[in-house]
């Protein structure tokens, strides 16, 4: 079972990045996906997430109109697209999967909902 998030590296603030997610060993075109971030020194917080058939999402709104999540159920991938990056957008992303009930349009913030996850990718912005 694996999650295997890649994307992050460095950017200048006003940039853009795009995380990948993808998904092997375990059943994930059924389940909502989520995106979590931690900042040094910080709790893990909600990022932004995206129902099993991609018709529902929901964002932070610290991030709502600058990042974008999106799947592709043929690849058991999950992507974040994050523009207009902010100094205060560090932090280590990871990718997670919410496995509390298949094909359901609802998608859940709390960090609970979500059973696996991946090894996370650090995502740095430079002011």
């Known amino acids: 079972v694996q999650l295997q998030a890649c994307g992050g590296g460095l950017v200048q603030a006003g940039g853009y990045l795009r995380l990948s997610c993808a998904a092997s060993g375990l059943t994930f075109s059924a389940y909502a996906m989520g995106w979590f971030r931690q900042a040094p020194g910080k709790e893990r917080e909600f990022v932004a997430a995206?129902?099993?058939?991609?018709?529902?999402?929901y964002y932070a709104d610290s991030v709502k109109g600058r990042f974008t999540i999106s799947r592709d159920n043929a690849k058991n991938t999950v992507y974040l697209q994050m523009n207009s990056l902010k100094p205060e957008d560090t932090a280590v992303y990871y990718c997670a999967r919410d496995g509390s009930r298949p094909y359901r349009e609802l998608v859940y913030t709390r960090s609970a909902e979500y059973d696996y996850w991946g090894q996370g990718t650090l995502v740095t912005v430079s002011s």
């Open positions: 995206i129902s099993w058939s991609g018709g529902s999402t």
